[in-house]
């Protein structure tokens, strides 16, 4: 039932797709080069913190998020293996991908999870949440492209929220090992 109504979603987001190539251009760049934009707020949040070290903190936990959220993929995939929609010969593929477990999304829990946890901080709050929003548009056009199950996205939102849960949980310990990066590279750098 639940594959059924996967594959059902999968067509109904896959099925524009191959019908006009310059929106096809537009969203499988956005599908493949999303995350480099969120690499590239991420630094944005560092190099622009002066001395805020608040800021500072928000950039380095969803840097931690990511991490964590991406080792928890690579843990399920050893244990849950799931066919991406082109190895299943369900709609068109837009964009070249190596035949491998698609469950979850490793591009959606990377964004996700960094998206995430800026919202437990108030100072990227706003940020956050509408990374959160670009994240999940960047999952649907992985879906677009024929890359990933819709199911794969859930997959990932819930990956992500376990993963940035859990670097909250642990930031007092996190800012220990934040605050002696931060002496090292201001002596470096300042």
């Given at each position: ?47 622009s913190a002066k001395n805020n070290d608040e800021q500072r903190h928000a950039a380095f936990y969803a840097g931690y998020s990511a991490v964590l959220g991406l080792s928890i993929n690579l843990l399920i995939t050893l244990f849950y293996v799931h066919p991406r929609p082109f190895m299943d010969h369900l709609g068109i593929q837009l964009i070249p ?94």
């Amino acid at each position: 039932m639940a594959s059924s109504l996967n594959q059902t979603l999968f067509l109904s987001i896959n099925q524009s797709a191959g019908q006009n190539p310059s929106f096809d251009i537009i969203i499988a760049s956005f599908a493949e080069y999303a995350p480099v934009f969120y690499a590239l707020v991420i630094l944005w949040l560092w190099f622009s913190a002066k001395n805020n070290d608040e800021q500072r903190h928000a950039a380095f936990y969803a840097g931690y998020s990511a991490v964590l959220g991406l080792s928890i993929n690579l843990l399920i995939t050893l244990f849950y293996v799931h066919p991406r929609p082109f190895m299943d010969h369900l709609g068109i593929q837009l964009i070249p991908h190596p035949s491998e477990s698609s469950f979850p999304s490793d591009h959606t829990t990377l964004m996700v999870s960094m998206a995430l946890s800026l919202m437990f901080s108030k100072i990227t709050r706003k940020l956050g949440g509408v990374l959160v929003c670009l994240g999940l548009v960047g999952g649907l056009s992985r879906v677009y492209c024929g890359l990933h199950y819709p199911f794969d996205i859930v997959g990932s939102v819930f990956v992500s929220l376990l993963a940035s849960f859990i670097v909250y949980q642990f930031r007092g310990f996190l800012s220990i090992l934040n605050q002696r990066i931060f002496k090292h590279y201001d002596a470096l750098f300042s």
